[in-house]
């Protein structure tokens, strides 16, 4: 038996040869795989803009002083008026909502399907990873196919 030869490797977690895709501690038969993809995954953007709008919008009441002044805080010193924390408040959901909006970031994968289902085998925000990755589990399949297959004498009738 010959040992599978290795057309990628990252030297770390994920290295592909003629038969097989190793991911960690997983290993999946080319044979077995169905569907190969490169897929994109969008970042969740949706929490970061409603807490920025939210924010800009207590921004905006507090500034223009259209939060009911029955609204105070006491404090240690003395009591904060209630478009002074609406103001407060405002600056902060907007601050958060910003940096939440530049932590997301579009993530790229490489999509298998098997008789298991479908799934991300390999995940990586660098998309030259996830295409060099996929790109070799194609040549994978290209040189399966291309090869010729391996004849005995008991196949040729001898």
Do not use: C
Request: aromatic fraction near 6%; glycine fraction near 8%; hydrophobic fraction near 45%.
């Amino acid at each position: 038996m010959t040992p599978d030869r290795v057309i990628y490797t990252d030297g770390r977690d994920v290295t592909v040869t003629d038969s097989t895709l190793k991911v960690k501690n997983t290993s999946y038969k080319l044979s077995g795989i169905t569907k190969l993809s490169f897929w994109t995954i969008r970042a969740e953007r949706w929490p970061g803009v409603l807490l920025l709008l939210i924010g800009l919008t207590a921004l905006v009441l507090g500034f223009m002083g259209l939060v009911p002044a029955d609204m105070t805080v006491r404090a240690d010193n003395g009591t904060i008026d209630s478009n002074t924390l609406a103001i407060w408040l405002g600056v902060g959901l907007t601050v958060v909502g910003l940096v939440s909006l530049m932590l997301a970031h579009e993530r790229y994968a490489v999509r298998i399907g098997t008789a298991e289902g479908e799934k991300n085998a390999v995940v990586s925000r660098k998309r030259e990873y996830i295409a060099q990755i996929v790109d070799a589990v194609n040549n994978a399949f290209n040189f399966g196919h291309s090869s010729p297959p391996l004849v005995t004498p008991r196949d040729q009738g001898i």
